[in-house]
C-alpha cells in the first residue's frame, strides 16, 4: 500500500507544479486553492509512505515523478520543448525511480 500511496504523492506533486504555472496566469482563488491542496495532499501520501518506505527512497521516487511529470505535463500543456535528449533524460529519471522500486 505504500507504494500506492507514494505513487498518489507523486500525481499530486504535478497537480502542484501545474497549478504554480496557471496562478502565475490567472491569479484566482480557484488557482490558489488548487496548488495548495495539490502540494498538501502530495506532502500528506509521501508522510504515509514514508511510515514503511526508506526515507531516501520514497523521496528520490516522490522527487522523481513530481519532476519528470511535470516536464511532460509543461509539454503537453505548454508547449514547452520536446527535444529528443529532454526526453530521454525523463525517461532515465523515470527509469531510476522503477528501480528504486525494485531493488526495495
Not at 496548488?35 to 511510515?51: C, E, H, I, P, T
Request: hydrophobic share 60%.
Amino acid at each position: 500500500m505504500s507504494w500506492v500511496f507514494l505513487i498518489m504523492a507523486g500525481l499530486f506533486e504535478m497537480m502542484g507544479v501545474l497549478m504554480i504555472n496557471k496562478w502565475n496566469k490567472d491569479r484566482n482563488l480557484t488557482s490558489i486553492l488548487l496548488l495548495v491542496a495539490g502540494f498538501g495532499l502530495s506532502f500528506g501520501f509521501l508522510s504515509l509512505a514514508m511510515r514503511t518506505l526508506p526515507m531516501g527512497t520514497a523521496y528520490a521516487v516522490w522527487t522523481g515523478i513530481g519532476a519528470s511529470g511535470g516536464a511532460i505535463l509543461g509539454m503537453i500543456f505548454y508547449g514547452e520543448s520536446r527535444n529528443a535528449l529532454r526526453i530521454v533524460f525523463i525517461a532515465l529519471v523515470l527509469g531510476s525511480a522503477v528501480g528504486l522500486k525494485l531493488v526495495s
